[in-house]
């Protein structure tokens, strides 16, 4: 069984940082794009990065200069270090892979999930 699992959210003052960490594991075979996706209060899922299994990169426009996407395809894990944060920032962030098991050879869309972000002003 393939999962992914968020951690390194929590509470951090406007101007602060966090670094989040999503970790796969299971029967993995490949694992192609990785994604981080937020979710505020009261508002539907949105796309903040994504990072191609080549690290090619892209951004939500509100995070671009801010939020730094990356991974280590050793570990299987992707990261998103996000800087100067601001009250806005705050939701629940999903990680999220395009990854192909041992079990079954088909590209599927997996999730974690979730970890809270809470910015205070």
């Known amino acids: 069984q393939v999962q992914l699992v968020e951690s390194g959210g929590g509470l951090v003052q406007a101007g602060g940082s966090l670094r989040l960490s999503c970790a796969a594991s299971?029967?993995?075979?490949?694992?192609?794009?990785m994604r981080w996706y937020r979710q505020a209060p009261g508002k539907q899922r949105e796309l903040v990065a994504a990072?191609?299994?080549?690290?090619?990169?892209n951004y939500a426009d509100d995070v671009k200069g801010r939020f730094t996407i990356s991974r280590d395809n050793a570990e299987n894990t992707v990261y998103l270090q996000m800087n100067s944060l601001n009250p806005e920032d705050t939701a629940v962030y999903y990680c999220?892979?395009?990854?192909?098991?041992?079990?079954?050879?088909?590209?599927?869309?997996?999730w974690g999930k979730g970890t809270l972000v809470t910015v205070s002003s």
């Open positions: 999220n892979a395009d990854m192909t098991s041992l079990t079954l050879p088909l590209s599927m869309d997996y």
């Open positions: 299971g029967s993995i075979r490949r694992i192609n794009a």
């Open positions: 990072i191609t299994s080549g690290g090619r990169t």
